[in-house]
């Protein structure tokens, strides 16, 4: 703004110490060129682009709340994520079963009861093995409240807790019945009559259940903490027999539950009494307590929520866009670490470091540990607060996730607080400034590359816009100064000695009206750029309009401005154009078919600069007719140059004079200088950078 105040000052100026008469003319002239000087319609635009841009992640299932975060997004330079629904599936699967027979594997992930139990390899045969695995499932499907359904579209969904639906699925993957075929078509197997419900104290639960299909018998099913559960047990099963848990056993038993910690594995054992055939759930806490005791072991359980496999790929896209991932969750180490080597954030062996550990930390080991830590475990959610600050110290900028009440500080103070839609709470979900509608992991690698697309795009209209405004600001501001200074044609004739205006007002405000707004908004919707996420995020200290940018702005506004008074200059009364004008018999020359001229090699040099905008070093024919909204953009701009040039009644508004072919092949040569000109010094840059490299 003080720039173009500073030329429209100058402008006027030189114009009265020139002599130009009419003063009405060079001051309507210096608000025109005000105007052009300032791209007013830049708010609009920029507002438009950035309004696509959401309407593209809400697409993709992510809801941003705020447009400027798409800008933000495509900065992004570290994405911490929660593991649990984000990372993961969110649905618990069983895993693998330890019995004292040995080993069952169960395959398939999911809720989907699609898999089967194997060991080392092969489907598991009927045997000791197969008896142990049928027993452990049923108790724990029987020891708990969750329900596996299928709806109308054939997915599976459940009610209740996840970890005991996952005993359910792995129940089914067994081919179990699920009603006995001695007892009556509606009624279930296993009649539930009581409950002891899971404490954090007793770290266990139990079930009282009736089987129908064994003499109505009473039968006590409990699961719970491996440990804590094996202290309640004297008896283990074996096969069909049960057999007292001695010393041996025992140490079995625990050396299995370490193997499967040490996988990350989620360890529950399930047990179970038979009891006498009156028995019943005591109302008094100590009695119903008394019942689970003399327990048989079961078997234990591994069990583990699976890796989004599109995770795995996101993260790796990630990874090769610059952008750092790590994983805070309140979850085991083990289990953290576990799950960030098999997404790819870390090398397998890598460990995480927790919660405890951060807070033995001073200031500069903890910004170190930010700095060279991906997966950090057990912690609190003041953890993930001071962890999101101290990578923004380090100059990165943060998108978080988060889906607790607890989360929504850490959310609030991050670049990109990103809510879960589906687990996410309101207070979460108010504090964030995107929302994930699917909770996926994958979806906000998505909507950084949306981001970026909308960044390059915004660069893009920012060039042209700026470099367009600029050659107008030249050509009036060259051709008024230097037509006094370097002794332009238009001093020397048609105009007694007066100095020669190269655009009228009015023709100003027309180039500004066909040429800023429609290519501008075509370019706000160019297609992503293939390499998008193949370059490193911008710092965060980087402006928009960088110093590189700059001054391709200044070449091209130079250009185009030294091109429009070449132009100006030729189609002169006595200009280089005439005598082969006269020749074609396309009449005089005159100072309006030179204005005309000028005019419309001005229009026509914005028009050829779309195609130079939409890469700072890319060949503007690469993929250029990727985006068919500019090709119309452009075309709708010309069309109406050309009327603006031979329709009588425009000819009078904007001083216009009608154009020859041949005259139109002149400004079209002319005008198509800022392209070769671009392409040239595209060209000198992408060869200095291979020899850099």
């Known amino acids: 703004m003080v720039i173009a105040g500073l030329v429209v000052a100058v402008i006027l100026l030189i114009s009265d110490i020139q002599g130009v008469a009419d003063v009405v003319t060079v001051l309507l002239l210096g608000v025109s060129l005000a105007v052009a000087a300032v791209p007013e319609g830049l708010p609009a635009i920029l507002s438009v682009v950035l309004a696509m841009g959401v309407r593209r992640m809400a697409r993709h299932h992510a809801i941003v709340k705020k447009l400027a975060s798409v800008e ?24 693998r079963v330890m019995t004292v027979s040995g080993r069952s594997d169960i395959t398939g992930v999911g809720y989907a009861p699609e898999g089967r139990p194997e060991t080392a390899g092969a489907e598991l045969a009927e045997g000791p093995l197969r008896t142990e695995l049928q027993a452990v499932l049923r108790g724990g499907s029987l020891a708990g409240n969750a329900q596996l359904q299928q709806d109308d579209t054939g997915a599976w969904t459940i009610q209740g807790d996840p970890t005991e639906a996952a005993f359910l699925v792995a129940e089914r993957k067994l081919g179990e019945p699920e009603k006995s075929e001695a007892a009556p078509e509606t009624k279930e197997r296993f009649e539930r009559i009581g409950e002891i419900p899971f404490t954090s104290q007793r ?11 064994d003499g109505e018998a009473h039968v006590l099913f409990a699961k719970g903490a491996p440990d804590v559960l094996l202290a309640h047990c004297t008896h283990v099963r074996r096969g069909e027999a049960t057999v007292v848990l001695d010393a041996t056993l025992h140490a079995q038993v625990l050396a299995d539950v370490a193997a499967m910690t040490g996988d990350a594995l989620r360890t529950l054992a399930v047990a179970r009494r ?55 969750t309140g979850d085991h180490p083990r289990t953290a670490a ?79 607080g990103v809510a879960m839609g589906v687990a996410g709470t309101e207070v979460t979900k108010e504090a964030a ?48 100064v230097g ?113 005309t001229a000028a005019f419309t090699v001005l229009v026509l040099t914005q028009l050829f600069n779309c195609f130079n905008a939409r890469s700072a070093s890319a060949s503007a024919f690469r993929a250029a007719f990727s985006n068919r909204w500019l090709w119309v953009a452009v075309a709708l701009s010309a069309l109406l140059q050309v009327a603006v040039v031979h329709l009588p009644f425009l000819n009078l508004a ?10 139109w092949g002149v400004c079209v040569a002319m005008a198509s200088g800022v392209l070769w000109f671009s392409e040239g010094r595209k060209l000198l840059r992408r060869r200095w950078v291979r020899r850099s490299q």
């Not at 929302?435 to 992991?441: R, T, Y």
């Open 433 to 480: 400034r995107m929302i994930l509608a699917d909770d996926h992991f994958a979806t906000i690698v998505l909507a950084v590359r949306e981001g970026r697309g909308v960044l390059d795009n915004i660069r893009k209209f920012l060039r042209y816009l700026l470099s367009s405004n600029l050659g107008e600001v030249l050509t009036v501001f060259v051709g008024v």
């Open 338 to 416: 576990r799950i960030a080597a098999d997404l790819g954030i870390v090398e397998a062996g890598t460990s995480a470091l927790t919660g405890i550990e951060l807070d033995k930390l001073d200031d500069a080991a903890f910004a170190a540990a930010a700095r060279q830590t991906s997966v950090f475990a057990r912690v609190a959610p003041r953890h993930k607060l001071l962890i999101v600050r101290a990578l923004q110290q380090g100059g990165n900028v943060v998108a978080m996730t988060g889906d607790g009440v607890n989360d929504a500080p850490a959310l609030k103070a991050a670049d990109i």
């Open 483 to 595: 037509a006094g200074v370097i002794g332009l044609k238009a001093t020397a004739t048609g105009s007694g000695g007066a100095v020669v205006l190269p655009l009228l007002a009015t023709q100003i405000l027309w180039i500004n009206l066909i040429t800023d707004t429609g290519p501008a908004l075509a370019m706000g919707v160019d297609p992503i750029a293939e390499d998008v996420m193949a370059r490193k995020p911008r710092p965060r200290s980087q402006r928009i309009i960088d110093a590189r940018m700059g001054l391709g702005v200044f070449e091209a506004g130079v250009v185009m401005a030294v091109l429009t008074l070449l132009t100006l200059d030729l189609f002169l009364p006595g200009g280089l154009i005439e005598p082969v004008d006269a020749w074609l018999g396309a009449g005089p020359h005159s100072l309006e078919l030179a204005r």
């Open 203 to 213: 770290k266990m639960m139990s079930v009282l259940v009736v089987d129908h299909d």
């Open 654 to 663: 904007f001083g216009t004079v009608p154009l020859s072919a041949g005259q």
């Open 72 to 95: 933000t997004l495509g900065s992004a330079s570290v994405i911490a994520s929660d593991k649990t629904g984000t990372l993961t599936r969110g649905e618990m699967t069983v895993q």
């Open 274 to 328: 038979t009891l006498a055939p009156d028995a019943q759930i005591p109302t008094d806490a100590v009695e119903a307590a008394a019942l689970e005791q003399d327990l048989e072991y079961l078997g234990t359980v591994g069990i583990i929520d699976p890796p989004r496999a599109e995770a795995a790929v996101a993260i790796a896209q990630a990874r090769e866009a610059g952008i750092r991932v790590i994983m805070i």
